[in-house]
């Protein structure tokens, strides 16, 4: 499998306000982190790989519904959204770009669906 790399689409630097550098860098940095835990894992093989990519994932959507619920609290305190708002779309470009390494998306979706049964959790749950 090949190592993943990851980055800050270009259109959330262009739709923060000019002086959101350190906002920029910090999304680098949030990368820097998952791509070297996903790429350390990579070298130890398939299912390494796969289990590190689930942990990102589990993170990220995670990050991805806190920042999601602070753009509704912002606006109901007529607080500007946007700096939420670009997180939120960060956390779901850097899913889209996690499943669009072809060989590490297979793997990724085996491993969530284990887990899902590990858990004990079954589709008819879900209904």
């Known amino acids: 499998m090949d190592e993943i790399t990851l980055a800050v689409p270009r259109e959330l630097g ?5 002086d959101s550098d350190e906002t920029l860098m910090a999304m680098g940095r949030e990368i820097d982190q998952y791509e070297g835990y ?3 894992a990579i070298a130890e093989g398939e299912s390494e ?7 990102v ?16 609290e912002l606006r109901a305190w007529g607080q500007s959204s946007i700096y ?15 499943y669009d390494h072809e060989e590490l998306a297979d793997a990724l979706d085996q491993e969530r ?3 899902l049964v590990d858990d004990g959790i079954r589709l008819s749950d879900a209904v």
């Open 14 to 18: 262009e739709t923060l306000p000019e």
């Open 113 to 115: 669906h284990a887990r």
């Open 84 to 98: 939420a708002e670009v997180w939120c779309d960060f956390q779901y470009a850097l899913i889209q770009q996690l």
């Open 49 to 55: 790989a796969a289990s590190a990519a689930a942990d």
């Open 57 to 72: 994932l589990d993170r990220i959507e995670e990050r991805w519904e806190q920042y999601d619920g602070l753009i509704a």
């Open 38 to 40: 996903i790429n350390a």
